[in-house]
């Protein structure tokens, strides 16, 4: 594995000298897909997602596209609904979902490129995914207590500790602070610069006072005895002076979510959450949240809205006759105070809700997903 927890891509099943089958017209797709902008990990996403097909065609004697009925991808389909992994569990309906997406996406580029004269996944029907809202974020307490485990008296310790300030603060994803540069922070404009996020885009974004200390402290303390030469200007370091996996930086921070003994399920994620959600109970407008975390669709970012539940529970006690153990209470007449949205942090539209329950659960998935031949750093390294 590479030091920027890059993985090996899957070996596509079949005869690679066949031009018309799998192996060679899923390489094609992949070049197409670099060639049009598509992110490496969306490209080896979608190379194992069809590797997998093509071992499941191959092993009932189907080896080339053109050959591919829609009543096969039909049975392709109700396999991944019978499909246990290693631990027994199935697939969930999202993972399905992204399975016969890229399947779908496969055969339509296939098409348009007159490689096969009919698209057998044109009308294939998506199974439904589930809408679930995230797990609960840290309160402020909770993210003191471990923000406070690290041993600040070792290298590795207050490395880890200016990590974390730097996760809490800025809510970047793991891969983003796994790919920070020395060069990529303004303790002067306290800023943070995130080079080629999530579909391959800049963004600039605040940094707090107290983790530009934390980070300040570790260049100065810890820094310099990781770095060996030619040092690359990554930021933060292993123990062997290399670059961060995205596996040792989910190993690191749930190790130390552990260790706090807060009751609370998670890892790199969740400071992200934890940042959003405390922002948006403090006040900041949705917009401003959403360029912190840098999602295009503002739709994306308005989970957080179902997720902050102070508010709610304040207009609650306050409108809702039944809501506090009391027996007489005073109504105020609308007219005289109403409760507007701006008032709670605002709602989102009730014809967007379906899309905004899954939309965190499914960006920890995607973090989390292993890709083919990926191994975690081992943590005595780091």
């Known amino acids: 594995m590479g030091r920027r927890g890059q993985h090996r891509p899957l070996t596509v099943p079949g005869d690679p000298a066949d031009a018309h089958g799998f192996p060679a017209l899923v390489e094609e797709f992949c070049t197409d897909l670099s060639a049009r902008g598509y992110s490496p990990a969306t490209v080896t996403n979608r190379r194992q997602g069809l590797a997998q097909l093509a071992q499941w065609l191959g092993d009932r004697g189907v080896s080339r596209p053109v050959e591919v009925t829609r009543p096969m991808l039909v049975r392709y389909q109700r396999h991944l609904f019978h499909y246990r ?3 027994g569990d199935p697939l969930s309906f999202r993972s399905q979902n992204q399975r016969l997406l890229t399947v779908r996406a496969f055969y339509k580029w296939a098409v348009r490129n007159n490689l096969i004269l009919s698209n057998p996944a044109s009308e294939l029907e998506l199974p439904k995914v589930e809408r679930r809202l995230p797990r609960p974020s840290l309160s402020i307490t909770e993210a003191e207590l471990v923000l406070a485990v690290p041993d600040l008296t070792s290298l590795s310790g207050l490395r880890d500790r200016a990590i974390l300030e730097v996760f809490y603060s800025t809510g970047i994803r793991r891969a983003e602070l796994a790919h920070l540069a020395l060069f990529d922070l303004d303790a002067d404009r306290s800023t943070l610069l995130v080079r080629q ?3 391959r885009k800049d963004r600039m974004v605040p ?3 107290r983790a530009l200390a934390w980070v300040e402290r570790y260049l100065i303390e810890t820094r310099p005895a990781l770095a060996v030469e030619p040092d690359d200007g990554t930021l933060f370091l292993t123990l062997d002076g290399h670059g961060f ?3 040792r930086l989910t190993q690191l921070a749930r190790s130390y979510v552990v260790a706090s003994g807060v009751a609370k399920q998670g890892a790199c994620h969740l400071f992200r959450h934890t940042m959003a959600t ?4 403090g006040g900041a407008g949705i917009r401003f949240i959403q360029q912190m975390l840098g999602h295009a669709d503002i739709s994306t970012t308005q989970i ?3 997720v902050s539940i102070r508010q709610l529970q304040a207009i609650h006690a306050a409108t809702h006759p039944g809501a506090l153990n009391t027996r ?7 007219d005289e105070h109403q409760v507007t949205l701006s008032d709670t942090g605002g709602t989102p539209n009730g014809g967007d809700a ?3 329950l899954s939309v965190l659960d499914q960006e920890l998935k995607e973090e989390n997903r292993p890709g083919p031949g990926s191994r975690p750093q081992d943590p005595a390294r780091s």
Do not use: F, P, Q
């Open 197 to 199: 996020g999530k579909g």
């Open 85 to 87: 992994k290693a631990d």
């Open 207 to 209: 940094i707090g006072a």
């Open 245 to 247: 996996s995205v596996d």
């Open 278 to 281: 405390l922002m948006l109970e």
């Open 304 to 306: 957080y809205t179902h």
């Open 354 to 356: 379906s899309k905004l």
């Open 328 to 334: 007489h209470r005073t109504v105020v007449d609308n």
